[in-house]
């Protein structure tokens, strides 16, 4: 019994420490994707109506990141594990972004953006799990 029981705790603290992994990934991969596409909204004239597909598309890349990283040794459980690493990593974006913003607004949007990241995450878990290792 104590076996299981073991076993089951390494299990979490992986699980964990996947999720934790996967969404430190997909943040830093987000602050590069935001810093560039700031420096070329600085020297472009980027129409406003490209901003928000343009953010959604760098928190899917972000996210696809974080949880290929995160599941590199994961063989089962994609769905969950990227659900997760999906729905964490849009938690810890939206609160960076808004202290770096210097407010919070939790409305529609953020909602939205949760339900996105956790689908977009747990796609691509079961993408990254199902990948065939060389």
């Known amino acids: 019994m ?25 943040l830093c991969v987000s602050l590069v994707g935001i810093l560039l596409f700031a420096f070329v909204l600085r020297f472009t004239s980027v129409s406003d109506k490209i901003i928000s597909p ?16 995160a599941m590199r040794k994961h063989k089962s459980l994609g769905l969950l594990n990227g659900l997760l690493i999906g729905f964490c990593y849009t938690i810890v974006a939206f609160l960076v972004f808004s202290i770096l913003d210097g ?5 529609k949007t953020f909602l939205s953006d949760l339900v996105f990241g956790s689908v977009i995450g747990a796609i691509c878990g079961i993408i990254c799990v199902n990948l065939k290792k060389n």
């Open 2 to 26: 104590k076996v299981k029981t073991l076993n089951k705790e390494k299990s979490a603290s992986n699980l964990a420490l996947s999720v934790l992994k996967g969404v430190l990934v997909g």
């Open 103 to 107: 407010a919070f607004s939790f409305d």
């Open 54 to 69: 343009v953010n959604q598309v760098i928190k899917g890349i972000s996210i696809f990141a974080g949880v290929f990283v």
